[in-house]
């Protein structure tokens, strides 16, 4: 398995068409906008190899009969599932961001059992191709989302708003269109392109899951713009080593090889796919977000020690509350993988109903948190000046005595960078969205309450039957 220094140096070898504010970057491992999202990834391969987190870091893989890193792994038993959560937490908090990788571990997991259910041939191909990702150690970027144009409209009235097969050769296709909102693009080895939603009879040829390198020609891709990204490498940056990415990616007349084609119009397997993403991928944020909160929390409860009211009986409470809510959202992504059971094709599942009760939860609570966290933190906190100024020679003791201490003031930047500055991305607005936004969850929740037998209890126990 790769050490982080060695995936940081497997970044330098691709020849990427990555645009940043119009311009063309030649290596994004020295940019200051994009390398911190590489140190979040590279935290994943660290903790491969840290005696304290490597049990829940790796796994044993029996396509390479030796271990190979957890976000590359199957769900073979559902330790597997519990494991995942604890180390998403782990890393939430290592890092205080997206370590971008879930999204990947999510799709292989779902694409093998779509490919188990759509015929031998496809799940031979699709386990050849992981078996290579597992040796070589590499990051995926699970792209699923469409850009969708008007939501009212089917893809085959608006083909040019999702991606899409627009030639079929005997030796593979030609891709063309984007995905959007692509956690950690930039910073991955290979592309696993797949559908983003339930399709019909007639739009097959949106029906296609497939792996790409990323720095194939006709790959391109934009990167997202964050709030205060600017700030990245000053004093001010919030988070002074890790950040998330999100990218636009286009594939520009794409030809994608039979090797590298693992769902080619199989409405029915893309179905099952899109499926059983949702539900891994929903409890997935039983970890990371926690994670995260628990970086939020320790920030809150320094600055209140540092503002001599950290003992007062309201901020004890407000705290707790954090601790509450950001347990409650573990709790259930961690029921949910207890909860699981067994596919045909001999992975682990989730339990459906408590993955989406746990994203629907991940849609309000950490906006609760975010709340008492600015609360707790002061106006300071979106109105101090920059922390430069704290040195100049002139205004450095002005701002001294209204700042008050360095731990202080660099604190505060941190709950502005995850409240609502360049962190506040995968705190709050991925909360909302990712994975499917709020009317998703309940969807599901509605469809898996079985609210014939509710009734019928309850009508019995009234006396009513």
Same mark, same amino acid.
């Given at each position: 398995?790769?050490?982080?220094?060695?995936?940081?140096?497997?970044?330098?070898?691709?020849?990427?068409?990555?645009?940043?504010?119009?311009?063309?970057?030649?290596?994004?491992?020295?940019?200051?906008?994009?390398?911190?999202?590489?140190?979040?990834?590279?935290?994943?391969?660290?903790?491969?190899?840290?005696?304290?987190?490597?049990?829940?870091?790796?796994?044993?893989?029996?396509?390479?009969?030796?271990?190979?890193?957890?976000?590359?792994?199957?769900?073979?038993?559902?330790?597997?599932?519990?494991?995942?959560?604890?180390?998403?937490?782990?890393?939430?908090?290592?890092?205080?961001?997206?370590?971008?990788?879930?999204?990947?571990?999510?799709?292989?997991?779902?694409?093998?059992?779509?490919?188990?259910?759509?015929?031998?041939?496809?799940?031979?191909?699709?386990?050849?191709?992981?078996?290579?990702?597992?040796?070589?150690?590499?990051?995926?970027?699970?792209?699923?989302?469409?850009?969708?144009?008007?939501?009212?409209?089917?893809?085959?009235?608006?083909?040019?708003?999702?991606?899409?097969?627009?030639?079929?050769?005997?030796?593979?296709?030609?891709?063309?269109?984007?995905?959007?909102?692509?956690?950690?693009?930039?910073?991955?080895?290979?592309?696993?392109?797949?559908?983003?939603?339930?399709?019909?009879?007639?739009?097959?040829?949106?029906?296609?899951?497939?792996?790409?390198?990323?720095?194939?020609?006709?790959?391109?891709?934009?990167?997202?713009?964050?709030?205060?990204? &600017?700030?990245? #490498?000053?004093?001010?940056?919030?988070? *002074? $080593?890790?950040?998330?990415? /999100?990218? !636009?990616?286009?594939? %520009?007349?794409?030809?994608?090889?039979?090797?590298?084609?693992?769902?080619?119009?199989?409405?029915?397997?893309?179905?099952?796919?899109?499926?059983?993403?949702?539900?891994?991928?929903?409890?997935?944020?039983?970890?990371?977000?926690?994670?995260?909160?628990?970086?939020?929390?320790?920030?809150?409860?320094?600055?209140? &020690?540092?503002? #001599?009211?950290?003992?007062?009986?309201? *901020? $004890?409470?407000?705290?707790? /509350?954090? !601790?509450?809510?950001? %347990?409650?959202?573990?709790?259930?992504?961690?029921?949910?993988?207890?909860?699981?059971?067994?596919?045909?094709?001999?992975?682990?599942?989730?339990?459906?109903?408590?993955?989406?009760?746990?994203?629907?939860?991940?849609?309000?609570?950490?906006?609760?948190?975010?709340?008492?966290?600015?609360?707790?933190?002061?106006?300071?906190?979106?109105?101090?000046?920059?922390?430069?100024?704290?040195?100049?020679?002139?205004?450095?003791?002005?701002?001294?005595?209204?700042?008050?201490?360095?731990?202080?003031?660099?604190?505060?930047?941190?709950?502005?960078?995850?409240?609502?500055?360049?962190?506040?991305?995968?705190?709050?607005?991925?909360?909302?969205?990712?994975?499917?936004?709020?009317?998703?969850?309940?969807?599901?929740?509605?469809?898996?309450?079985?609210?014939?037998?509710?009734?019928?209890?309850?009508?019995?126990?009234?006396?009513?039957?």
């Amino acid at each position: 398995m790769r050490t982080a220094t060695e995936y940081i140096e497997s970044l330098r070898d691709r020849n990427l068409q990555l645009w940043v504010d119009g311009e063309l970057v030649a290596d994004p491992t020295e940019h200051v906008r994009i390398r911190p999202s590489i140190n979040a990834v590279a935290m994943t391969y660290a903790l491969a190899h840290e005696e304290e987190t490597r049990d829940l870091a790796t796994a044993h893989s029996d396509l390479v009969d030796g271990p190979v890193n957890r976000f590359t792994h199957l769900f073979r038993e559902p330790d597997d599932l519990v494991k995942k959560v604890q180390v998403q937490r782990i890393l939430g908090f290592r890092t205080g961001t997206c370590f971008q990788r879930c999204v990947g571990m999510d799709g292989l997991n779902a694409l093998f059992i779509a490919t188990w259910e759509s015929g031998p041939e496809a799940h031979a191909r699709f386990v050849d191709w992981l078996t290579g990702v597992q040796t070589r150690d590499e990051v995926i970027c699970g792209a699923m989302t469409d850009a969708k144009g008007n939501r009212a409209a089917r893809p085959s009235d608006q083909s040019e708003h999702y991606l899409r097969i627009v030639e079929r050769r005997p030796d593979g296709v030609v891709l063309r269109g984007a995905k959007m909102h692509q956690t950690g693009a930039a910073n991955s080895h290979q592309i696993l392109v797949m559908p983003g939603g339930s399709l019909r009879e007639g739009e097959e040829d949106f029906a296609i899951a497939a792996a790409i390198p990323v720095d194939d020609p006709g790959v391109v891709m934009i990167l997202g713009k964050q709030p205060s990204e &600017e700030r990245r #490498g000053t004093a001010d940056a919030g988070n *002074v $080593r890790f950040s998330g990415q /999100e990218c !636009v990616v286009f594939f %520009e007349d794409v030809f994608v090889p039979n090797e590298r084609i693992f769902l080619n119009g199989d409405l029915a397997a893309c179905a099952t796919l899109v499926d059983a993403f949702a539900g891994y991928h929903r409890a997935s944020y039983g970890g990371c977000k926690p994670g995260k909160f628990d970086t939020l929390i320790g920030a809150v409860s320094a600055l209140t &020690e540092e503002a #001599g009211v950290r003992k007062k009986s309201h *901020v $004890r409470d407000k705290l707790v /509350e954090m !601790v509450h809510l950001t %347990e409650t959202i573990h709790g259930v992504g961690l029921a949910a993988s207890h909860k699981s059971t067994q596919h045909g094709a001999g992975l682990w599942q989730v339990d459906r109903m408590l993955a989406n009760v746990c994203k629907q939860n991940v849609t309000r609570l950490p906006y609760e948190i975010g709340r008492i966290a600015e609360d707790l933190a002061g106006g300071l906190v979106g109105t101090m000046p920059s922390l430069e100024g704290l040195d100049h020679e002139r205004i450095g003791p002005i701002l001294r005595s209204v700042v008050g201490s360095e731990a202080r003031a660099k604190l505060l930047r941190f709950v502005e960078n995850l409240t609502y500055g360049a962190g506040a991305v995968p705190l709050r607005l991925e909360c909302m969205h990712g994975a499917g936004s709020p009317a998703a969850q309940r969807i599901v929740i509605e469809r898996n309450t079985d609210w014939s037998a509710r009734m019928a209890q309850a009508r019995k126990l009234a006396g009513l039957d």
